[in-house]
C-alpha cells in the first residue's frame, strides 16, 4: 500500500497534526515502509505458535477500579486540548 497525498492529508485530519510541507515527502516514504514490513508480518505461518496473553506467569494484580474527579489534573488536561468547548474536548468527526 502507497500513501498518497489524500490519504496523508485524512491522517492529518484524523490526528489532529500537521506535517510541514518539507516533511510530507518523508512522512509518506516512512508510512509506506511501515506497512510493507506490517505487510511482509501478515506473511508469517503462526499456524504452530501458541497465543500467550503474557510473557510472565506471574497472575496479574489488578486495581480497585474507582472514578474521583481531580480539578487540577481536568483543568491541566483540558489547558492541553488542541480544541474545547467549556469542559469538552472537541475532536474531528470520525464516522459520517
Known amino acids: ?3 498518497d497525498d489524500s490519504l496523508l ?3 492529518e485530519t484524523l490526528s489532529m497534526l500537521k506535517i510541514a510541507p518539507e516533511k ?7 508510512l509506506t515502509e511501515i506497512l510493507g514490513f506490517v505487510e511482509k508480518l501478515n506473511e508469517l505461518n503462526t499456524d ?6 503474557s510473557l ?3 497472575p496479574v494484580r489488578l486495581r480497585e477500579d474507582t472514578a ?3 480539578a487540577a489534573v481536568i483543568g491541566e488536561m483540558l ?3 488542541p480544541k474545547r468547548s467549556e469542559d469538552y474536548f472537541v475532536v474531528p ?3 459520517n
Open 1 to 3: 500500500m502507497r500513501i
Open 9 to 11: 492529508n485524512h491522517l
Open 24 to 30: 510530507r515527502e518523508e512522512m509518506k516514504r516512512d
Open 48 to 53: 504452530h505458535i501458541d497465543a500467550i496473553a
Open 56 to 58: 510472565s506467569d506471574e
Open 68 to 70: 474521583r474527579e481531580d
Open 79 to 81: 489547558e492541553r486540548a
Open 93 to 95: 468527526r470520525v464516522v
